[in-house]
């Protein structure tokens, strides 16, 4: 293990992640809500401790292997998740716990969307503002846009894209250069904020509003900057602009690197992962839709069928964002929208849950073992499209099933253990651990009502989640530490 390159590259990450805590000292004095000091003080409180970090090994220069990438991207989740509460901690507006303000930083950061905090629309701009941003910056994955920067500070990034990136298949770049992958992910992260921003302030959002919001709908985040979310709004051109572009952003963003590269929709027709997508959440949003037709009548038929696409894909796509109280909703609907969360988004996504091209290959895998009840002695590859997926990633991918269920498992009897019912634990550890946020039960509004255990629990299943559980895992193997 390479102790100093790990130790030089979290002191960069530091530095630069503290730069984040400027833009709402911005905010704070344009709409003068006296709220910049928390932020002044983060500022100068994680710049210092990146430097102390950084600076007695600032002249490593040695390669940063596969292993060092992982306990770089698994410390730093967990530092930064710790520094970016520190403004939560200081805002005296908001008067949170350590636990609190860590929870709510890793929320944002994970894109996860749970929260602890009430009265939104009271708070200063400063802070909302942070919170949002919080969510965009974990969207794509901060770790990511070092991949962009690090290169030029001397520190090879293909490590820390492996660890970070989300799902089965992390050898394919868009791009020769890891560096040029980056950046075009961000590009392209970057022009569907930014449309986003502009579709919501066209739909009648004010522009702070349209901002924030494009930045948790785009992150697939679910943070808001009002406690009844996009129902605050009231609106169905501002759900379907909600709607659009939280499908779009549980779409592999490879796919729209491609389209913007090559002007054409053809790949997406072509990608496996995402007719399946589609199809799912087009079948979720039907059977929503006319479950809630069938006991609400068709007295209001517009609404209804909004409300239930929006729900649908909210909370399927693991974004989190609620139009209604989904908890309340009649029938089995509330436990079937939870479990789609488990599914999620594509691989290569903003969004949580296991992702559809695992549960695709499950599902591939499935059916060739029961044609092989039939045909013993065939020789049947699992395909995604026209190509054979290898024996390595069909393996792997029923490994992190398996070990998925299994820390499922541990954290719901360990949320049980707290105190709480077993709808409450169980739909926590779904919000957590699939990075959705809203749950049942006693944490459908929000986690404020948790216990500090509960809470220090659902922080690690946010991160396990995040980090899609092996990067985590890995670290305490004793494979991973022996030479």
Partial sequence: MNWTVVQRILGLLLMMFSLTMLPPIIFSVYYNDHSWLPFVRSFGLTFAAGVLIWLPVHRSKRDLR?????LVVASFWTVLG??????????????LSLTDAI???????????????????????????????????????????AVAVLPMLGVGGMQLYRAETPGP??????????????????????????????????AGMGWFDAL?????????????????SIGYFDSGVIDVVAIVF???????FSLHFFAWRYVSI??????????????????????????????RGL?????????????????????????????????????????????????????????????????????????????????????????AVQHRVVDAVWGFFSVYIVVFGIMLLAMMATGLDQVTAFSAVAATLNNLGPGLGDVATGFMTLSDPAKWISIVGMLLGRLEIFTLLVLITPTFWRH
């Fill in 299 to 387: 007295d209001d038929v517009g609404d209804t069928v909004i409300n239930g696409v929006f729900q649908a894909i909210s909370i399927a796509t693991t974004t989190g964002f609620t139009t209604e109280n989904y908890a309340m909703w009649p029938a089995a609907l509330p436990v079937m929208l939870i479990f789609a969360s488990f599914v999620g988004g594509s691989a290569g996504s903003t969004a949580g849950g296991i992702k559809v091209v695992r549960w695709l290959l499950i599902y591939k895998q499935g059916a060739r073992e029961v044609v092989r009840l039939v045909h013993p002695s065939a020789e049947i590859p699992v395909k995604l499209g026209n190509k």
């Fill in 103 to 145: 929870f709510e930083s890793m929320s944002g950061l994970t894109t996860t969307g749970a929260t602890v905090l009430t009265g939104l629309d009271d708070l200063p701009v400063s802070i909302l503002y942070y919170r949002q941003q919080l969510q965009w910056l974990g969207g794509m994955g901060i770790i990511v846009l």
């Fill in 66 to 70: 596969l292993r060092d990438g992982f």
């Fill in 246 to 252: 939280m499908f779009v952003a549980g779409i592999n």
């Fill in 212 to 228: 924030c919001h494009a930045f948790s709908t785009v992150a697939i985040g679910g943070f808001s900057t009002h406690d009844a």
């Fill in 82 to 95: 710790s520094f970016g509460a520190a403004p939560l901690f200081l805002a005296p507006e908001l008067d």
């Fill in 266 to 295: 053809k790949h997406y027709s072509q990608d496996p992962e995402f007719r399946a997508y589609a199809t799912y959440l087009i079948l979720l949003a039907v059977v929503v839709v006319a479950t809630l037709l069938q006991f």
């Fill in 169 to 202: 298949v992390k050898d394919t770049k868009l791009t020769p250069r890891i560096t040029e992958t980056a950046k075009a992910l961000w590009y392209v992260y970057l022009a569907f904020t930014i449309t986003c921003m502009v579709s919501y302030r066209l």
